[in-house]
């Protein structure tokens, strides 16, 4: 009995530890958030720090969103076309193409890339600033390191997603046109009617902005915040960039449903 | 790295992005077939409107003319209220023009076919159409077809 009732109460322990540490890192987090709101202002005033991060956040993230997008819209014109010409509506490949990339994959998938390109990148050197003391440094000279390391990267991470998952789709539906019309023989104007009928502007196309926007929003934070919330020992450099991947990537995948369910209800 | 190249390739990413949402907002959506001129509205009353939606087309011998703008139920007279705004170049249909609903294709979206009258007044903003055929229902027809059957 005695065994027991240590037992349970050990139980409830590590869930009530468990539920503080989630309420501290989430208050952190959002301190973390209103601090870099607070730095914006005085970075965009150095756009020469804003433009060295969207080279490395962005530009070196072009490659594999466009190899990426180029092998998705190719899989789903292979995939769409022989699902549709069973029921002899290959004709419609298009719409598909176009309406799955631009609504779902395209700012989905160049999440993911992201979390996993430019987010990780993120963690390991803001994680390793923090483990050499470097912010502390900063601080001693004055210098503010959110205006000066961190603001500059949050601003070019919310730039270059919509972007980046803007050249995806259009990657992704050239790819598809590719198999589709050029191999697989599907008719040129139909493919681009049929999408062009029903890829509507505001609620297909904005929809997908607002995604990757939001997205980019999202996955820059919280890559930001892992690195500067980071155990500042080796082990924890290597578990803050795991868990920024990790968590990056589920966020974008939960967003993305509730996002979804949102945008089709009003319809 | 010198400045000067960095800037160049950041330089193209961003070119690269904004074309890339410029040809998916031209070419894959329908901003470029949408139409922002003038339009009027005119109304119909249907007793079944079937699957019609806002912002179905409205056609006149198959070409696209308008839309439907908004769908209402009159509670007084228990039917559908639809509004349909037409483009203004096209303004010269008669008063006694008959809308019905059709479906494009066995299965396909349903629209709205206008077919002129011949009266000689043009239907202008506001104006009421007399005649509206209700949507062709495929589970009533099929319904019916069968009670027929059953009663030979």
């Known amino acids: ?81 022989n699902i549709l010409v069973r029921f002899n509506s290959e004709s419609s490949l298009g719409t598909m193409v176009g309406l799955t990339l631009v609504r779902e994959l395209g700012p989905v998938v160049t999440a993911l ?22 912010f502390s440094a900063m601080e001693m000279m004055a210098v503010d390191p959110f205006k000066r390391v961190i603001a500059p990267r949050f601003l070019a991470g919310f730039i270059s997603m919509p972007l980046l998952a803007a050249i995806f789709s259009a990657v992704g539906i050239y790819g598809g046109y590719f198999v589709g019309v050029a191999l697989l023989g599907v008719d040129d104007g139909a493919f681009w009617m049929q999408m062009q009928k029903s890829v509507d502007f505001h609620e297909d196309f904005m929809n997908g902005v607002w995604k990757s926007i939001t997205f980019g929003f999202v996955a820059t934070w919280i890559a930001l915040f892992e690195g500067y919330d980071t155990v500042p020992t080796s082990e924890g450099v290597g578990r803050a960039t795991t868990q920024s991947v990790v968590h990056a990537s589920l966020a974008v995948l939960a967003l993305n449903f509730i996002l979804t369910a949102l945008t089709l209800e009003t319809n | 790295m010198t400045r000067h190249t960095l800037e160049i390739w950041v330089g193209v990413f961003v070119a690269a992005g904004i ?68 483009q ?65």
């Open chain 1, 1 to 81: 009995m005695q065994n027991i009732v240590c037992w349970m109460t050990n139980c409830f322990a590590l869930l009530g530890q468990w539920a503080i540490h989630l309420f501290e890192r989430t208050g952190r987090s959002a301190l973390f958030l209103s601090r870099i709101f607070q730095s914006i202002p005085s970075t965009i005033v150095r756009p020469w720090l804003i433009l060295q991060q969207l080279y490395s956040v962005g530009v070196l993230t072009i490659i594999i969103v466009l190899v990426a997008g180029a092998f998705v819209g190719m899989v789903l014109g292979l995939q769409g076309y």
């Open chain 2, 19 to 86: 074309a890339a949402l410029f040809v998916l907002a031209m070419k894959v959506s329908n901003l470029s077939t949408v139409t922002t001129g003038d339009t009027y509205n005119v109304t119909a009353r249907f007793d079944n409107i079937g699957g019609l939606s806002i912002r179905s087309p409205v056609k006149a011998s198959g070409v696209l003319v308008g839309r439907v703008s908004n769908i209402v139920y009159d509670d007084k007279t228990y039917s559908a209220i639809v509004t349909l705004s037409i």
């Open chain 1, 113 to 134: 890339l992201f979390a996993g390109r430019a987010g990780s990148a993120l963690t390991a050197e803001l994680g390793l600033m923090k483990t050499t003391d470097q």
């Open chain 2, 88 to 152: 203004q170049n096209f303004n010269q249909f008669p008063v006694d023009s008959r809308a019905s609903i059709y479906t494009a294709g066995l299965l396909g979206e349903q629209y709205i076919e206008l077919l002129p009258g011949a009266e000689d007044g043009y239907l202008k903003d506001g104006d009421r159409l007399l005649m509206a055929d209700s949507a062709m229902i495929l589970e009533q027809m099929i319904g019916r077809i069968i009670a027929d059957k059953i009663s030979e």
